[in-house]
């Protein structure tokens, strides 16, 4: 089934490190990705990770896979407040296709 | 370059109307997703056109339709409003070669629609 879970929220002190959780379903899928959204915008692409990685840095951004527990996360470095924001893991569904299946969202709190 | 672009932002509409939203994607995307965005079901795929043809639907009613044009620009069309229609509709863009790695979407700011 399409199912990818996240779990609702995560606060952290600003200058901490932030890890952000996901659990996926679809072993075909290719490509993983995270998405941020600030308030009362869409969806912005940080960062995404091709199935037969196990990590991926990218500036202050590191992902990590673990494709055998279908487990994704993504570590924020030297978190800042204007880190805060709704960040969604996404899966391609069935691979070669534009139809991403979105996790439920992690609300990111930074605390200064 | 321009980004992706939605129109109208905010509209209210009552139950039983219908209601058009329109994207135009990045200047050289070919194509176009949409989805729907709501607090109790998350981001839900509605469908992907590439150049002009539907080419993937997610698990809406009939009363949601889309098309795209020659140029790219797409719309979607919800007919006979309900009021669990309220939602956050947002449109994505990307190069849209299949099979040719990462699918990189870009998204709109969306299109808040209220049905009272």
């Known amino acids: 089934g399409e199912d990818v879970e996240q779990s609702l929220f995560l606060s952290v002190r600003e200058g901490d490190s932030s890890v952000i959780n996901c659990t996926y379903t679809?072993?075909?899928?290719?490509?993983l990705y995270w998405y941020k959204q600030e308030p009362g915008a869409g969806l912005q692409l940080l960062t995404y990770?091709?199935?037969?990685?196990d990590m991926k840095q990218d500036q202050r951004l590191t992902v990590l896979l673990n494709k055998k527990d279908k487990h994704l996360s993504l570590r924020i470095a030297d978190t800042q407040t204007g880190d805060s924001a709704i960040y969604f893991c996404?899966?391609?569904?069935?691979?070669?296709?534009?139809?991403?299946?979105f996790g439920t969202g992690t609300l990111l709190a930074v605390q200064p | 370059k321009a980004g992706v672009t939605q129109t109208p932002r905010y509209l209210i509409k009552t139950r039983g109307q219908q209601v058009t939203l329109s994207c135009s994607p990045i200047?050289?995307?070919?194509?176009v997703s949409w989805y729907q965005q709501t607090p109790g079901q998350g981001l839900q795929f509605l469908f992907e056109?590439?150049?002009?043809?539907?080419?993937n639907k997610g698990n809406f009613p009939g009363r949601f339709s889309g098309r795209q044009f020659s140029n790219s620009r797409s719309e979607m069309n919800v007919s006979t409003l309900e009021l669990g229609d309220s939602a956050l509709y947002l449109c994505?863009?990307?190069?849209?070669?299949?099979?040719?790695?990462?699918?990189?979407?870009?998204f709109g700011a969306g299109s808040r629609l209220t049905v009272l």
């Open positions: 994505a863009s990307s190069q849209g070669l299949p099979y040719s790695g990462a699918n990189v979407l870009t």
């Open positions: 679809d072993s075909s899928s290719t490509y």
């Open positions: 990770i091709f199935s037969n990685m």
């Open positions: 996404a899966e391609n569904y069935g691979g070669a296709t534009n139809k991403l299946i």
């Open positions: 200047s050289g995307h070919r194509s």
């Open positions: 056109y590439f150049s002009e043809t539907q080419r």
